[in-house]
């Protein structure tokens, strides 16, 4: 018994580089997790270089902010790439899909501002 011929999806390529996309944007936000999780356990280390009390956070308050902050980016990040990605391919297929301008400008605009406070932090 012979199986019948499947039906091409003139879209395979479109969904494909969707799909890669999706996987940039999860790399992504495994390096800004991670990047969080070292920054958060270096604090604890200047704590035992500066042989701080346990109970003592002045000296990394700001580490373990900006650790725990970087994690909680890398779950937005995620949650926003799969968002992405499945509206992308729902307009894919329906063959309605524009370029998101919009969200790429104001992400843009945000990593710019998050970079430049960073900036002025460090000085």
Not at 18 to 34: D, G, H, P, Q, S
Not at 70 to 90: D, E, F, K, N, P
Request: aromatic share 8%; glycine share 6%; proline share 4%.
């Amino acid at each position: 018994m012979e199986n019948p011929p499947l039906k091409k999806n003139p879209h395979v390529t479109e969904h494909l580089a969707n799909e890669r996309t999706l996987l940039a944007w999860i790399r992504t936000a495994i390096a800004v997790m991670t990047l969080g999780v070292a920054i958060n356990r270096f604090s604890l280390f200047l704590m035992e270089v500066h042989q701080l009390a346990p109970g003592s956070r002045a000296a990394n308050v700001h580490a373990e902010t900006v650790g725990l902050g970087l994690v909680i980016l890398g779950i937005v990040l995620l949650c926003g790439a799969l968002w992405h990605y499945r509206y992308v391919s729902q307009t894919i297929e329906s063959e309605t899909y524009l370029p998101a301008n919009r969200i790429l400008v104001l992400t843009t605009l945000a990593v710019v501002a998050m970079g430049g406070s960073a900036l002025i932090w460090l000085f």
